[in-house]
């Protein structure tokens, strides 16, 4: 699973507060091709779960993978107000794409955007999403945040101590949040779901499009071989 970002609203004043929602990803050969977001989703999630769809189908377009149907499911662990935005769409992707190649996700980074194809788009309440995760103890290391989000960082910084950081392409800033450089926090602004993948799996996109290729090739060969056995 990853650890998605949502943002809620107090019932009381109606400030927003940030708060982890960690999303499950299973991706099963021979299934019906869709993605299906289990519990209670409003309209634009279910939307969302769609543009997921069609952007994985694009990447293995891309790749020249054989056709195979995919059962893909998504969960919203502990979403129990409902996921009513399209801000967890990243994650979601990401969550996905780390079941179909087998490849581990780092959960210590947060993940938020929307997402149209490979673009990582926008989102509300990034500021409040940050501070969620962001007290030593919850022991997590930074997140990944839509490069139009960027100046969202800037009331972090306020009377902190901070470095520019780049993870390959990927640019970011690194926040102090303890005296004497301590207790880094990683912020890293992406531009597409594989500089997402670049941060918390350590692929880009070449690589994740070839492992994912090669899984629907197996997957291909094995779901032929139990058809002439039936």
């Not at 970002?5 to 109606?14: N, Q, R, T």
């Not at 990944?144 to 993870?167: G, H």
């Amino acid at each position: 699973y990853v650890v998605g970002l949502a943002v809620v609203a107090d019932a009381a004043g109606g400030e927003m507060h940030g708060q982890p929602l960690p999303i499950h990803g299973q991706v099963i050969a021979g299934g019906a091709d869709r993605v299906s977001a289990g519990g209670k989703t409003g309209e634009i999630a279910k939307g969302a779960a769609q543009n997921v769809r069609a952007s994985i189908r694009r990447a293995l377009r891309r790749a020249g993978a054989p056709y195979v149907g995919y059962e893909m499911h998504v969960e919203y662990i502990q979403a129990h107000g409902g996921v009513e935005g399209d801000s967890a769409s990243c994650a979601m992707d990401v969550a996905l794409v780390s079941d179909f190649i087998r490849q581990p996700v780092n959960q210590k980074f947060g993940i938020t955007g929307g997402l149209t194809g490979d673009i990582v788009l926008a989102v509300g309440g990034v500021t409040a999403k940050l501070r969620s995760i962001m007290d030593p103890a919850l022991g997590m290391e930074g997140a990944c945040i839509p490069w139009p989000n960027k100046l969202d960082v800037e009331p972090l910084l306020v009377n902190a101590e901070t470095e520019f950081i780049l993870r390959e392409e990927v640019p970011g800033v690194r926040i102090f949040r303890e005296d004497e450089r301590r207790g880094p926090f990683d912020i890293y602004f992406c531009k597409t779901k594989y500089n997402v993948c670049k941060v918390v799996m350590g692929l880009g996109r070449e690589e994740i499009e070839a492992r994912m290729a090669d899984r629907c090739r197996r997957d291909a060969e094995a779901l032929e071989g139990s058809r002439r056995a039936g």
